[in-house]
């Protein structure tokens, strides 16, 4: 819980109006540099212990409070690094004016200290195997600026939840080791990224502009005004546009870590604005030449920064380390959308687990909706011992409405042989379900195999599934939350033995998910069907799944004319442990058939003011070409086990898109509107 400060004046700035004593003042700015950290102290720790001739200096801030007395002192610094070391002022080696000034000191002070290292008295019995703990004797002492009472009242937030530092204090929250762990991370997996890239594939880092246009590529833009009367730059919701360009200026392979906008909800995994890492490749045939260029990305990350290897799922199901030295191989396993959807329910599926599901096809047939008339299980194998309960409760994550998008499943737990069969025949007498005339009981209770410990899930879905997750696959998510070390792949090693002994959160599992639909119907939406369990669609009207600059199957080409919601489109997503770390596609090099989608199939009417630039460029001679995007704070995030991106932005908006610490975004003069034409109203 948020502690609430008291109020304080100035909001704890000193008023002044005078200007600061000099001497006082410019000896802040007047002292030594840091000779060493405690990390470099500890790696090599002969060379400093109980030397009293090899100074060190130290700069930081005082990490706690300091406890000094009449002839011995102790203060806690926090280094440059985040890590701790003790002070120690004896009458020996530190003078009384050091005393005095060390006991004026507050936590988070910026100081310097000199000394020299010793080890700390122990008060163990010899047997300790721990490592030494040091502490610097404080020879000199310099506060080279002082931290006000806010600090002080943060000061055990700090050491016990730094996460509940009040988001306007980020400063004081990113000083504590977790979050310089996590921006550090994130500055060493940019520097990889960038090696691999270059050293290994040849590629060249180009940026592009910030200022771009507004173009209907999905989410709501952020808009620039220009002092031109009814002009207005788009923020680019991706370089998806320009790097295109890109492939027809002859550069054949770019990349950069950009800077992306959208004006969209926000939770968890979502920020304003963002970082990607963007890769396009010109004079590829098949979409397996950019995987094979990620994949090395993603290897090297966790393997050199996360120390983590990666893993597949192999042809039996098994999960296997992934052997690197095929360097132009893919190794992920590919997973059709269909199959991602049917087996688990969604297009970003956990393969952690090898929780999967079951159709019913074959004897029911679901009434509620004729869109909808795939009856699905999803079987939770031994989730409680009836042996010890007598009747088990359904975790409240799987009955509250909230959790679910749509349609809640009904979910039942088998606390005797009667479970087995009534569930159905209560969705028969609701006329929720009828039988087909293939039913067969005893086929049904010897395929399903449900027995006393198994908690099940029963649902619905289309025949081709556009609802994404499925309220299957939302309790698949669910259960591998609620249920963190159970229902999970074995793991073997490349002979096919097992491995008994690992870490679950330690896995590192990725996939190919391919050959999406390259339309979506656009979903109806209005007050009228707020309420609906059920989603609906105009079957008439198209959006692209991905962008409409993806390119169809080659095998699906005349479905475009025909019937554009069965052509497949050249998009590939890479999921990692159930996220969605990136998305690519080949893209449509030849103008007229993209000027056909635009136009015939998405009915973009104005698509020439609109994408007049791009199709001139692909007009040129431009090369086939194709790419893919990675969410680069997604990415660190998972590095560090976060399930928040803001953990590693430095300095993330709100839910509300407000940055706590500058106070924006602000209003602005009536003056500087009208040099924009804008009118505001409420």
């Not at 405690?38 to 002969?46: A, F, T």
């Not at 016990?160 to 996590?182: M, V, W």
């Not at 596609?585 to 056909?596: G, K, M, N, T, V």
Request: charge should be negative; aromatic fraction near 10%; charged fraction near 25%.
């Amino acid at each position: 819980m948020l502690r609430i400060l008291p109020k304080i004046r100035y909001n704890g700035i000193r008023h002044y109006s005078k200007l600061p004593p000099k001497v006082s003042t410019l000896a802040k700015f007047d002292f030594p540099l840091a000779t060493h950290t405690v990390q470099s102290i500890n790696s090599d720790l002969d060379n400093y212990l109980n030397k009293q001739q090899t100074k060190i200096t130290l700069n930081g801030h005082i990490n706690r409070k300091s406890r000094i007395r009449p002839t011995l002192g102790f203060g806690f610094l926090r280094d440059t690094n985040g890590d701790e070391i003790q002070l120690l002022a004896t009458p020996d080696h530190t003078n009384s004016s050091i005393f005095e000034l060390m006991k004026k000191l507050t936590v988070e002070d910026s100081v310097s200290v000199t000394g020299f290292i010793q080890q700390k008295e122990s008060k163990s019995d010899g047997n300790d195997t721990q490592a030494v703990e040091l502490e610097l004797v404080v020879e000199d002492f310099q506060i080279l600026n002082s931290s006000n009472l806010e600090a002080a009242q943060l000061d055990k937030l700090k050491h016990n939840d730094p996460s509940q530092i009040p988001p306007q204090f980020r400063y004081l929250q990113l000083r504590t080791p977790y979050y310089q762990k996590a921006l550090r991370l994130r500055s060493q997996t940019a520097q990889l990224v960038r090696e691999t890239f270059i050293k290994n594939h040849g590629f060249t880092e180009i940026e592009t502009p910030l200022l771009f246009k507004s173009t209907p590529e999905g989410a709501r833009e952020f808009l620039v005004p220009t002092r031109a009367f009814n002009k207005f730059y788009a923020l680019p919701q991706s370089p998806q546009q320009y790097k295109q360009i890109l492939m027809s200026s002859g550069f054949t392979r770019y990349f950069q870590i950009a800077k992306c906008f959208r004006d969209e909800d926000l939770r968890s995994d979502r920020q304003p604005e963002f970082t990607q890492i963007d890769l396009e490749m010109s004079y590829i045939n098949n979409s397996d030449q950019v995987g094979v260029v990620v994949e090395d990305i993603i290897h090297n990350v966790w393997n050199k920064v996360a120390k983590k290897p990666t893993y597949k799922v192999n042809k039996n199901g098994y999960l296997e380390e992934i052997n690197h030295d095929q360097p132009n191989k893919l190794q992920f396993e590919k997973l059709n959308y269909i199959d991602a959807l049917t087996k688990y329910g969604i297009d970003k599926p956990d393969l952690r687990s090898n929780l999967s599901f079951t159709s019913l096809e074959s004897y029911f047939t679901a009434q509620e909706n004729k869109d909808f008339p795939v009856l699905e299980i999803c079987i939770l194998k031994q989730a409680f011992d009836p042996a010890t309960t007598k009747k088990f409760k359904i975790p409240k994550t799987f009955t509250d409405d909230h959790n679910f998008p749509s349609r809640r499943p009904y979910v039942w737990a088998v606390n005797g042989p009667q479970d087995v069969t009534s569930w159905y025949k209560k969705l028969l007498d609701a006329n929720i379900i009828s039988t087909t005339s293939s039913f067969d009981e005893s086929k049904l209770l010897a395929e399903l195999n449900l027995e006393p410990g198994d908690v099940f899930a029963v649902s619905t879905r289309s025949k081709f599934p556009y609802e994404n997750p499925t309220p299957l696959g939302k309790f698949r998510q669910l259960a591998v939350q609620e249920y963190p070390h159970r229902w999970q792949r074995p793991i073997v090693t490349e002979d096919g033995s097992l491995i008994d002994d690992y870490n679950y959160n330690d896995m590192v599992v990725g996939s190919w998910v391919v050959n999406f639909p390259l339309f979506n119907p656009i979903e109806i939406k209005s007050d009228e069907d707020k309420d609906s369990k059920y989603p609906q669609y105009d079957y008439t009207k198209y959006e692209s799944t991905h962008h409409p600059f993806t390119m169809a199957k080659i095998e699906d080409y005349e479905l475009l004319e025909s019937d554009p919601l069965k052509v497949r489109g050249e998009h590939y997503d890479l999921v990692i442990n159930g996220v969605e770390v990136g998305g690519g596609s080949r893209r449509i090099h030849d103008p007229a058939l993209q000027q056909y989608i635009f136009e015939e199939i998405l009915k973009i009417s104005n698509f020439q003011d609109l994408f007049g630039h791009l199709l001139k460029a692909l007009s040129m001679g431009c090369p086939p070409h194709a790419g893919l995007a990675l969410g680069f704070d997604r990415l660190c995030a998972m590095l560090i086990g976060s399930s928040s991106i803001r953990d590693t932005i430095a300095f993330p908006k709100n839910q509300s898109g407000v940055d706590p610490v500058v106070e924006s975004p602000t209003g602005v003069s009536e003056k500087a509107l009208n040099e924009y034409y804008i009118t505001t109203k409420q």
